[in-house]
């Protein structure tokens, strides 16, 4: 089962995907809609056609998906939290050894944005940016201190992120946050596929290009901790809820490790792809405003 939130003439508005169509929610996101904790039995009464909730986007029928313009799928998630040095590629190309214990940072919701949007990029940010190719995991329920098979049964599902990296920021001292928060500089979407349709464990390519160039191809069965073991060990410190969001790590191939090292530059377009979860694709635009 595919989610999105789409754009509306009166907003947005959460909705899933039948065939050729969505069809919405009766939510304003997918923020809202994982919130509200009965987001799978909403989902499959409106694949049903028993959903109260189909004229939201002005269309009973729903919106045909060639028509339809994916927005940001989770503007309010209450947490977002990111796993660094996840695939040993990435781990070697960064001249570290494999990790004992996940190393995790933080960002804010008002870090995302959607799935085609572009990223203005403030003067002070324009020095040493970077792409990263993600797998992001969406909690569809409550967790505390979990084990890992409770853990795997409370994941809503997936999408893709990529972590534009402030790389002179974030070398300023030990802890990355400075150079990983900015505003409206990680993408993510464009749908969330749900758990029962996809298993990263299995395996899923995920590539990265910049200006029809490929830098990352990678795949999740070589990560280093789990989807799972992520969602479980972040649970044992603090609460995840339904819409909550971890990112699971990049593979190798990022502009920082390149010899020379290698940076995003104004007009460049990155885009983001994995097998059964879609395409991001965002635009770099140097912004002349502070």
Request: charged letters at 20%.
């Amino acid at each position: 089962m595919e989610l999105a939130t789409i754009r509306t003439a009166g907003g947005t508005c959460a909705a899933v995907r039948s065939a050729d169509r969505w069809l919405p929610l009766g939510a304003p996101h997918l923020s809202a809609l994982l919130a509200a904790g009965d987001w799978r039995t909403t989902a499959e009464a409106a694949l049903a056609g028993t959903s109260p909730g189909a004229g939201v986007a002005g269309d009973a029928e729903g919106v045909p998906v060639g028509e339809a313009e994916l927005a940001l799928p989770l503007p309010a998630p209450a947490k977002v939290i990111c796993c660094g040095l996840n695939y040993a590629d990435h781990i070697t190309e960064m001249g570290r050894d494999l990790p004992e214990h996940p190393t995790l940072f933080a960002k804010f919701a008002d870090t995302l944005t959607g799935p085609t949007d572009e990223i203005a990029v403030p003067p002070a940010a324009q020095g040493e940016l970077d792409w990263e190719a993600e797998l992001a995991v969406v909690v569809g329920a409550e967790l505390r201190s979990a084990g890992e098979e409770e853990a795997r049964a409370g994941i809503a599902g997936y999408m893709l992120a990529n972590d534009i990296s402030v790389r002179d920021w974030q070398k300023r001292t030990l802890q990355w946050l400075q150079g990983k928060a900015w505003d409206a500089t990680t993408p993510l979407g464009p749908v969330l596929v749900t758990a029962d349709s996809i298993d990263p464990e299995a395996g899923i390519g995920i590539t990265c290009e910049v200006n029809g160039d490929r830098r990352q191809n990678g795949n999740t069965k070589t990560l280093v901790f789990s989807a799972a073991a992520l969602v479980a060990y972040v649970s044992q410190f603090t609460v995840l809820r339904p819409g909550d969001v971890i990112l699971t790590g990049t593979p190798g191939g990022v502009g920082m490790g390149m010899q020379p090292p290698q940076y995003l530059s104004h007009g460049d377009t990155v885009v983001v792809e994995a097998e059964g979860l879609g395409r991001l694709a965002n635009t770099i635009r140097f912004s002349t405003a502070h």
